[in-house]
């Protein structure tokens, strides 16, 4: 017997849930950190 479709549920993800609820801190921190580096146009891997 086929089974049945069950549509995906992304934004109840545990990873969807922390970039959501954490992306404007992550970039806040990392602009904070790394300005220097991001005003002369210098790759931080």
């Known amino acids: 017997m086929p089974s049945i479709y069950q549509p995906r549920r992304p934004r109840a993800s545990p990873l969807w ?6 992306w404007n801190a992550f970039l806040a ?3 904070s950190k ?3 580096s991001l005003e002369k146009g ?4």
């Not at 210098?42 to 891997?45: G, S």
């Open 29 to 31: 921190d990392y602009e």
């Open 42 to 45: 210098t790759v931080l891997l």
């Open 17 to 22: 849930q922390l970039v959501h609820h954490g």
């Open 34 to 36: 790394h300005r220097q």
